[in-house]
């Protein structure tokens, strides 16, 4: 586990079929949390329609960040969301760096297949959803199977159902054990 | 718990403030399921701004529904969209006939209250928040103090954290446990 950082700016990227509740449940999360994070929407546009068709409205658009103001890239997961993130060359050359640099990255259900097909979880200790436990596999990557798994600056996580705890690993990561503990009592997980 | 039942029209209601993870958490897991849900926006327009500051489309408003169309009705929680659901008489006024007709009705975090202030509650099993056990009190209900409380036709559930385990009761109430439970394995819950 790392320690508790004060860089805490946080990016969460939104694609047209993300699972909203991986997105959101995730960013609720660390709103409560009082950690300031973006909704980044990767289409040209702000509006995002979710893997089960729901429209919201992200903070921002990806042509308009500057990836170096962030301390985490956060990808949810969701069809098909999660191909759509991995088309996208400036999140995924980003994600890279991040990975490179020893800065943070956070996936949850498909997404950690994304970080696999780059190449990111050689040898790294990491899960992702149960039918897509292949593609970490072909990565290198030791497969945990756990809900979530926190390996250095990457944490992964398995699904919808897990994105809570996913949550409050991120909340842990920036804020410390104590400060996660509270939080899930507060929302009675 | 009730028998499986056929009659399996769902309508989610939704209010400026409304917590968006006891919303759209409990709608993708109907989804899931297959149930055909339809959220319903208490403004003039289908737009809805979330208690975390998420922009997000009803499918319809309260004006265009007609209740009788609808087998369950489901109120989430978050300030200020409790309020603002219970501000709303036509939605109050057919949970309460929703209620004495022996009709469902499900609400989770402070949304048991508005039940608990209509007077629906008086010896029923419920629970809600932790911070509102007192409207429950108040209201002669018998606070279980559990995650979800299923009694005949009402479900109540505590709080964000609670959201998936609520949506599972309201699956298990329309389609039983083995259905629940293997959408609770899919999502990994």
Same mark, same amino acid.
């Given at each position: 586990?790392?320690?508790?950082?004060?860089?805490?700016?946080? /990016?969460? #990227? %939104?694609?047209?079929?993300?699972? =909203?509740?991986?997105?959101?449940?995730?960013?609720?999360? &660390? !709103?409560?949390?009082?950690?300031?994070?973006?909704?980044?929407?990767?289409?040209?546009?702000?509006?995002?329609?979710?893997? *089960?068709?729901?429209? #919201?409205?992200?903070?921002?658009?990806?042509?308009?960040?500057? #990836?170096?103001?962030?301390?985490? &890239?956060?990808?949810?997961?969701?069809?098909?969301?999660?191909?759509?993130?991995? /088309?996208?060359?400036?999140?995924?050359?980003?994600?890279?760096?991040?990975?490179?640099?020893?800065?943070?990255?956070?996936?949850?259900?498909?997404?950690?297949?994304?970080?696999? *097909?780059?190449? &990111?979880?050689?040898?790294?200790?990491?899960?992702?959803?149960?039918?897509?436990?292949?593609? &970490?596999?072909?990565?290198?990557?030791? %497969?945990?199977?756990?809900?979530?798994?926190?390996?250095?600056?990457?944490?992964?996580?398995?699904?919808?159902?897990?994105?809570?705890?996913? /949550?409050?690993?991120?909340?842990?990561? #920036?804020?410390?054990? =104590?400060?996660?503990? !509270?939080?899930?009592?507060?929302?009675?997980?």
């Amino acid at each position: 586990m790392n320690s508790v950082s004060d860089n805490r700016n946080i /990016a969460l #990227f %939104l694609a047209d079929g993300c699972e =909203e509740v991986e997105a959101l449940a995730t960013a609720d999360v &660390l !709103k409560r949390a009082h950690l300031p994070v973006t909704m980044v929407s990767i289409n040209e546009t702000r509006t995002v329609v979710s893997s *089960h068709n729901v429209t #919201f409205e992200a903070d921002t658009t990806i042509s308009k960040i500057n #990836f170096d103001a962030y301390d985490m &890239l956060i990808l949810p997961g969701g069809m098909p969301g999660t191909p759509n993130l991995e /088309a996208n060359d400036m999140l995924v050359s980003n994600v890279k760096r991040f990975v490179k640099e020893g800065r943070m990255v956070a996936a949850i259900c498909a997404a950690p297949t994304i970080l696999a *097909h780059a190449g &990111l979880l050689k040898d790294r200790r990491a899960t992702c959803n149960p039918g897509r436990y292949e593609d &970490l596999i072909r990565g290198d990557a030791i %497969l945990t199977r756990e809900k979530v798994t926190v390996d250095g600056n990457i944490i992964t996580s398995q699904a919808m159902g897990t994105a809570i705890p996913f /949550a409050l690993a991120i909340v842990e990561h #920036f804020l410390g054990s =104590e400060e996660a503990e !509270k939080l899930a009592e507060n929302i009675v997980y």
